[in-house]
């Protein structure tokens, strides 16, 4: 089935911390990837996508991600936190049999400052 | 704002009792999606519309619910006789291009007594 996984549950990071956020996304032929975000109160935001072409991919705030398909991995990345990144993220995909967006279970990031 | 905008934020009900939420998408797009998400989830995928024709519905979306789009613009998801189990925050979202990115709005809060 196709599906969409996230390892950590809870990440605790000091500011300034390097951040890596593991996600697995299951085969189920042509997929496009996304990573969303949601602030404390706020509704989801994409941080980025992919879709095909360059593996590395560069969003909002700093965040990227890399496509590795040997690996079925699409990783968030970002190289020193602020307190301000604490937030849920959500690794979602789209695979080419449908139009729905599969999302893993989130991962929740706290930064102490 | 042009964004996506949900109506109520909020809604408390009795078991038993019927509900009914709405949903504006961003002007332009033709595809509409609803979501459910409960705590320590992602979003689950209930149902979808082009324009004015749902195209896809999950298992999730039991017989109690339906949801429509009349005119292709604003969607309705209903729900009759409700259970505690359908306590959970209703998203809606929608997209301009298939397996493209999703823009979701903030949410219906559901609490069924």
């Known amino acids: 089935a196709q599906s969409v996984s996230q390892h950590n549950h809870h990440v605790i990071l000091s500011e300034a911390a390097s951040l890596e956020l593991g996600c697995n996304y299951s085969?189920?032929?042509?997929?496009?990837l996304f990573w969303y975000v949601q602030y404390p109160g706020q509704h989801l935001q994409l941080l980025l996508k992919y879709f095909s072409g360059d593996p590395l991919v560069k969003g909002i705030k700093g965040f990227e991600a890399e496509f590795i398909k040997s690996k079925f991995s699409f990783n968030l990345r970002k190289p020193s936190v602020q307190w301000s990144d604490t937030a849920e993220y959500f690794c979602a995909g789209s695979y080419s049999s449908a139009s729905k967006i599969i999302f893993g279970s989130g991962t929740r990031l706290s930064i102490r400052p | 704002d042009t964004g996506v905008s949900q109506d109520p934020r909020h809604k408390i009900t009795k078991r038993g009792q019927n509900v009914t939420f709405r949903c504006d998408p961003i002007?332009?797009?033709?595809?509409l999606y609803w979501y459910r998400q409960t705590l320590g989830q992602g979003p689950e995928f209930l149902t979808y519309?082009?324009?004015?024709?749902?195209?896809?519905k999950s298992r999730l979306l039991s017989d109690r619910f339906s949801a429509e789009r009349p005119k292709g613009s604003f969607s309705t998801l209903e729900i009759q006789r409700t259970e505690q189990g359908d306590s959970a925050m209703y998203l809606c979202a929608s997209s301009w291009r298939d397996r493209g990115e999703q823009f979701f709005g903030p949410g219906t809060r559901l609490t069924v007594l």
């Open positions: 519309f082009q324009n004015e024709a749902q195209l896809e």
């Open positions: 002007s332009e797009h033709n595809r």
């Open positions: 085969y189920g032929g042509t997929v496009n």
